[in-house]
């Protein structure tokens, strides 16, 4: 990994610890030869995540004083305090996941559909047990990642964090019926990945927004045996917005 990309994935790491409380508004963080020796990396790498850190408002850099924390409230945060729900989270997928399974269709290279190949030969093992939940994440974040686009892979990857500190996903995970959400996420997962393979971009947003209706459709039917508000409201008669014109 090139320092370019290093500097990144520190300030990245460093935003987490804020966000797990390590360190609280108003604390001082280590100097910056501790931080590199943690880290593993140099000291001019260290000064790179820092410049970026305060650049996104997280810490406020003291000359002569040292680095203190301004916010330690990062997007995934954010999201948890708020009130969205499973099901805007959901239609919030949907929304987005497809656009990006168009783009990936168009993008998408040998190597990242072997790891797509990986990750339903893995799928395929467990069709007769509960949900792996980790592989349906690794699989919907090898999708955003085989768009070559960092930032489309991290805002998957946020999502995603977000959903599994979910206390109702954690719910839903545990009470799925065996074997059955497996069988159905896989097969709607190799028409995802065979229209990638086709590089088929709206074939792969229609399959993508069909899993992903398909998938609030399965929560609605699970959550009826439990006192919830009806959810009918995020599911979709059909795509509310025009699809683009494209070869099939």
Known sequence: MTDTRLYKEIAT???QQLSDGVYKVGDKLPTERTLAETFGVGRAVIREAMILLEAEGFIDIR??????????ETVINSFLDGKSGPFELLQARQLIETSIAAFAATQIVKSDLAKLYEILEQEKKLLDS???QSLDAQFHCAIAAST????????????????????LWQMLAKESDQGEYSRKGYAEHEEIVAALQRKDPVAARLSMWQHLENVKERVTKQLECHEQPSFDRFLFDSIPLEMPKGKS
């Open 63 to 72: 000359k002569s004083s040292g680095v203190y924390v301004l916010k330690n």
């Open 130 to 132: 509960p949900p792996d």
């Open 148 to 167: 070559q686009n960092a930032m489309l892979a991290e805002i998957v990857r946020y999502i995603w964090d977000v959903r599994n500190r979910d206390p």
């Open 13 to 15: 790491a460093i935003k």
